[in-house]
């Protein structure tokens, strides 16, 4: 079986660091991302890579990264030596990626990558901003930046959705059936499941 990426795209609060922390916490290999911009130092379970990684400029253009974007005058990459390790090392790996680095790693991993839209409502993408302290002029950007760059149609080109409105263990398990982390249930299985 080919080692497999999964990229997890959609718009800012769509959920994809949160789940990228979930699926580490089961085990799951993450690709961290680095930023010129500041990173949110948050409590890491611990051995759990970090979302984000923060870089100096000048150390940015001396890494050979595989995928290069920028975002609010910031510059983000992911490390060649990460996706090769990923997919010589690891059955699964996890990575959020923007429009603009799925297009780039497409053009290098062909049939190893796989993306997850989580597609989100405009009330829950502005109701989880506000939970994190984002103000208007955060939001305000943040919407824009998604309408501009086209986060919201990911969806269409996307090899996998799912919408993330509801309870958050029901993405959870849609994620792990994606990645291959269920197993199909015996009929016996089934007839205990349906009491019958």
Same mark, same amino acid.
């Given at each position: 079986?080919?080692?497999? =990426?999964?990229?997890? +795209?959609?718009?800012?609060?769509?959920?994809?660091?949160? $789940?990228?922390?979930?699926?580490?916490?089961?085990?799951?290999?993450? /690709?961290?991302?680095?930023?010129?911009?500041?990173?949110?130092?948050?409590?890491?379970?611990?051995?759990?890579?970090?979302?984000?990684?923060?870089? @100096?400029?000048?150390?940015?253009?001396?890494?050979? $990264?595989? =995928?290069?974007?920028?975002? %609010?005058?910031?510059? /983000?990459? /992911?490390?060649?030596?990460?996706?090769?390790?990923?997919?010589?090392?690891?059955?699964?790996? /996890?990575?959020?990626?923007?429009?603009?680095?799925?297009?780039?790693?497409?053009? =290098?991993?062909?049939?190893?990558?796989?993306? =997850?839209?989580?597609?989100?409502?405009?009330?829950?993408?502005?109701?989880?901003?506000?939970?994190?302290?984002?103000?208007?002029?955060?939001? %305000?950007?943040?919407? @824009?930046?998604?309408?501009?760059?086209?986060?919201?149609?990911?969806?269409?080109?996307?090899?996998?959705?799912?919408?993330?409105?509801?309870?958050?263990?029901?993405?959870?398990?849609?994620?792990?059936?994606?990645?291959?982390?269920? +197993?199909?249930?015996?009929?016996?299985?089934?007839?205990?499941?349906?009491?019958?």
């Amino acid at each position: 079986m080919e080692n497999k =990426v999964y990229a997890l +795209v959609g718009p800012h609060a769509s959920g994809k660091g949160r $789940f990228a922390r979930e699926l580490q916490n089961i085990g799951l290999h993450y /690709i961290p991302f680095y930023t010129t911009g500041f990173v949110k130092q948050e409590s890491e379970t611990p051995g759990q890579t970090p979302i984000a990684l923060p870089i @100096e400029k000048i150390e940015f253009f001396k890494t050979d $990264f595989i =995928v290069k974007d920028t975002y %609010k005058g910031n510059y /983000i990459g /992911i490390k060649k030596s990460d996706i090769l390790e990923a997919v010589s090392s690891h059955r699964a790996s /996890i990575v959020i990626l923007t429009p603009a680095e799925i297009k780039q790693l497409t053009t =290098v991993l062909r049939s190893t990558l796989e993306t =997850v839209y989580l597609m989100s409502d405009y009330v829950a993408i502005v109701e989880r901003m506000l939970m994190m302290g984002c103000n208007n002029d955060e939001i %305000k950007y943040h919407l @824009e930046y998604a309408e501009n760059n086209h986060e919201f149609d990911l969806w269409k080109t996307a090899r996998h959705v799912i919408k993330n409105t509801g309870d958050p263990a029901d993405v959870m398990r849609q994620l792990m059936a994606i990645i291959g982390l269920t +197993v199909p249930a015996s009929p016996q299985q089934v007839k205990e499941l349906l009491g019958k």
